[in-house]
């Protein structure tokens, strides 16, 4: 009896201290204490890029197929181009006919620049008959006066004065006339250069969507799935491939209770599910200035009824160690496990950002 009283004193001892063991396990209390950090919310990242026409129309040729590898440069699509041609061979008749116009304003100002010219040298010659009348006058009057000549002398005399005088008048106001139609001719080159100027920008604009008409791979990488087949119509923003480039790196959403310790440049150890495990190092580039909830469109704030606190989490970026051969065959959105230890030394770039509260910055 006393055997098996002290047998179940023992059995309930072990349960309680296993209890407790476990207890203090699950939350890394002492003696199971660690600075290993470990998160397996964490994803691969890329900069995915949507490709999208700039224009409307028909889809004339799809050059790719699905998850296909391209270049820089190289041709995803092409838009049905023969609109855009014919509009591209319009702006250039009209800017034609724009430079046209501005050559005959040319040879007009110079047609009116002579005109000026023949007008002064007309007035110049009125005013010469202008003094030749009025010496002639000035001759005979006293002449007339004193009965030496007829005064018929004198009435052309004077007739020849007043209609040199009259000549003078209308070659002055030919004058004007002429100088106010150069000056409407210099005007109105104004508005013609104006008018070359916009001719220009509409063939630049019909070049610029003859071009668009090609979509292209902005940088080299490879395609998700081309959605986009031959002879649709598709409008300007309809989404046709996604560009994945190799740039790749790890974004790890710790707990804010995790980052007392983490630093810039720490280094960290990783496992890809999607290979086997396989084991990875990089090292923490840089910290998110603000916990992932606050980037989230609906805000979990609860400012009424009761309140449960839950420790949130902050995107932590890390680049991976290795050449870009070493990284081909992580995808963006793949699942990875991330160990960092705390108690590692981290080493400043000067890339990081500033790592949040709570965390602290790196040492040399």
Do not use: C
């Not at 070049?207 to 087949?229: F, H, M, Q, S, Y």
């Amino acid at each position: 009896m006393k055997l098996s009283q002290t047998l179940s004193t023992l059995t309930a001892l072990a349960v309680g201290l296993a209890g407790v063991a476990l207890v203090l396990y699950a939350w890394r209390l002492p003696p199971f204490a660690t600075s290993v950090e470990t998160t397996n919310d964490a994803f691969v990242r890329g900069q995915v890029t949507v490709l999208s026409p700039q224009l409307a129309g028909y889809i004339a040729e799809v050059a790719v197929q699905d998850y296909a590898s391209v270049e820089e440069g190289q041709l995803i699509a092409r838009i049905d181009d023969r609109i855009f041609a014919q509009k591209l061979a319009q702006a250039k008749a009209t800017l034609a006919g724009q430079k046209a116009q501005l050559a005959n304003s040319q040879q007009q100002r110079r047609s009116g620049v002579a005109k000026v010219a023949a007008s002064e040298a007309a007035v110049a010659s009125a005013q010469s008959a202008v003094d030749t009348a009025e010496a002639n006058y000035a001759r005979i009057s006293p002449l007339a006066r004193q009965g030496y000549v007829p005064g018929s002398d004198l009435d052309v005399a004077t007739r020849t004065r007043d209609q040199a005088a009259a000549a003078l008048d209308q070659s002055k106001a030919a004058l004007e006339v002429s100088r106010q139609d150069l000056q409407t001719v210099i005007v109105g080159r104004q508005s013609l250069e104006a008018a070359v100027e916009g001719a220009e920008a509409s063939v630049q604009l019909a070049e610029i969507d003859l071009g668009n008409t090609r979509i292209t791979a902005p940088k080299a990488g490879r395609l998700g799935e081309v959605g986009v087949k031959l002879g649709q119509y598709v409008q300007a923003g309809t989404q046709l491939t996604s560009l994945v480039p190799a740039v790749v790196w790890i974004v790890a959403n710790f707990k804010e209770t995790q980052l007392p310790g983490m630093s810039i440049g720490q280094p960290v150890r990783f496992t890809v599910d999607a290979l086997g495990g396989r084991e990875m190092t990089g090292h923490v580039e840089r910290f998110a200035p603000a916990t992932g909830s606050e980037f989230a469109v609906l805000k979990p704030d609860n400012a009424t009824g009761n309140f449960t606190k839950v420790a949130q989490r902050v995107p932590v970026r890390i680049a991976i160690d290795g050449s870009p051969e070493a990284t081909a065959d992580l995808a963006p959105g793949m699942s990875v496990v991330v160990r960092l230890d705390t108690r590692a030394t981290g080493v400043a770039t000067d890339t990081a950002a500033a790592a949040p509260a709570g965390a602290t910055h790196a040492v040399d």
